[in-house]
């Protein structure tokens, strides 16, 4: 959008190639399971839900308005239920290592991870949308970047992004 507003996008090159998922994951030892996130606060007993910053990380923006969504934010975070994190990596690690036995990531990095379960998906209507924008920017020395667009959207490209869980659009 900035780079729209301000004029900087070769017309008819913008566009999303790709979007994400918003996951609740499970480590290894986490014994209460629970079927939608208005039960998180129950379920997570004595261990918190490890999150990104919330002021920092899209991954906690997200993840806030999907708890706000559900109408759980203000009893979990009132009731000082969540570790904060600088990163989604380090979310993943906090849930993997059982120092949380909750975390909200990347349904991606979810997948990298063979320590966590994913529990429970978010809705997409419940936060912002995760989508990976590409565009070209006006300028003479652009071809190489048109030729990684056009790979983009090849089957090639799609197949691969599809592996890691990337839903494409």
């Known amino acids: 959008k900035y780079l729209d507003d301000k004029k900087l996008v070769e017309k008819g ?11 609740i994951v499970a480590s ?20 918190n839900l490890a999150m990104g910053d919330t002021k920092a990380v899209p991954a906690g923006k997200y993840g ?11 009893k979990i975070s009132g009731a000082n239920k969540i570790a904060y994190y600088p990163d989604v990596r380090k979310v993943l690690n906090a849930v993997e290592t059982s120092q ?20 429970y998906t978010f809705k997409g209507k419940s936060h912002s949308p995760i989508d990976y924008p590409v ?3 006006n300028g003479k020395n652009n071809d190489g970047v048109k030729a990684f667009m056009k790979f983009l959207k090849s089957s090639r490209a799609k197949a691969v ?7 494409m659009k």
């Open 64 to 74: 806030m308005e999907a708890l706000k969504y559900h109408k759980v934010w203000d």
């Open 161 to 167: 992004l599809k592996k890691y869980g990337f839903k």
């Open 28 to 47: 290894p030892n986490a014994k209460n399971r629970f079927k939608s996130p208005e039960k998180l606060l129950e379920a997570l007993g004595d261990s």
């Open 100 to 119: 949380c036995d909750y975390g909200i990531v990347y349904r991606t990095d979810a997948m990298m991870s063979s320590k966590v379960k994913v529990v």
């Open 13 to 23: 090159t913008a566009g999303i190639f790709a979007s994400n998922e918003l996951v």
């Open 135 to 137: 565009c070209v920017i």
